[in-house]
């Protein structure tokens, strides 16, 4: 099993070009299927028939699996089950007739531009730390980008004189402008601290952590949560909650929908659609709230 599901992972890093992220997810929504069924009758993956795959069903939902997960861990094994019959490893594919549960979208989490301010205020560029942060910050405000895509862009990527980023990936590249704000302080941080928190010349990483290597995920984590905390934020803030804010932020202020989808990177517009539903309610909201023959 350990040995099928890596190749099933190089498979879908070749041919699918997934990110790292989707990957890891279908490693670990697979391995937790294939640690249920030794429990059960069933044993390994290549015995499973539907029903055990909707008694799996039934204990993501007794440890506390939302439906979100759920749904996508049944997309992962009807991935690998493709998988296994187009190696001849499995004759049937069990996952057939099982659909995923419908998910309610919810609107995303947003701050206020008050609230932004605050947040993009608190790192103090008094140390080398402070410059890393604060241009990290403005720059995710700035472009809407993926925090994934922003510790992994290069120092070549980064254009301050003509004031825009290279965002790439292994299917596809865009450009994003960044306003003068954000250039200051991506500027200020390459020539005052970069340099002097990198461990060695050859490191092409645009932002590096106090040990002078490519910052992590969670370093960034750890850091955007301390800074919502400092600014008294009461909103959960993660780090995706800045590009949902750019984006709702852009469409509020009359930027249109498909810029807002090529900034953003989404490969289809009904993903941006979701900012514009948000002003709809937020406008109902105000009226609500304003007009006198309202209630």
């Keep these: 099993m350990p040995q099928t599901l890596n190749q099933f992972i190089l498979y879908l890093k070749r041919t699918k070009k997934l990110s790292e992220n989707t990957l890891q997810s279908y ?29 799996y069903i039934t204990y993501l939902g007794t440890i506390g699996r939302v439906t979100s997960t759920i749904a996508r861990s049944i997309v992962s094994l009807k991935s690998f089950y493709q998988y296994l019959l187009l190696c001849g490893i499995v004759k049937h594919d069990p996952t057939t007739e099982v659909h995923p ?38 720059l995710l405000y700035a472009t809407g980008i993926r925090v994934s895509e922003l510790i992994a862009l290069n120092i070549q990527d980064v254009n301050v004189d003509m004031g825009f980023i290279r965002c790439k990936d292994a299917r596809k590249e865009r450009l994003i402008p960044i306003g003068k704000i954000c250039a200051a302080a991506l500027s200020e941080y390459i020539v005052n601290a970069r340099q002097m928190i990198v461990c060695s010349e050859e490191e092409n990483a645009l932002f590096v952590n106090m040990s002078g290597v490519r910052i992590s995920r969670q ?63 937020k406008l109902m909201d105000v009226y609500a709230k304003a007009h006198p023959r309202a209630r």
Excluded at 119 to 134: I, N, S
């Design 101 to 138: 549960p419908k998910v309610e979208k919810k609107l995303p989490q947003i701050l206020s531009f008050k609230e932004v301010e605050l947040l993009l205020e608190q790192p103090e560029t008094d140390d080398l730390k402070g410059y890393r942060d604060k241009a990290m910050l403005e």
């Design 219 to 281: 370093g960034f984590w750890k850091l955007i949560k301390q800074y919502a905390k400092q600014a008294c934020i009461s909103k959960e803030i993660t780090p995706h909650t800045l590009r949902h804010s750019f984006a709702a932020h852009l469409l509020e202020n009359g930027a249109d929908l498909q810029s807002i989808k090529n900034m953003l990177g989404h490969a289809d517009i009904s993903s941006t659609q979701i900012y514009a539903q948000l002003m709809n309610n």
């Design 27 to 55: 490693q670990h929504d697979i391995k937790l299927f294939a640690d249920f069924l030794e429990n059960t009758q069933y044993k390994d993956v290549k015995n499973a028939t539907k029903s055990a795959v909707e008694e």
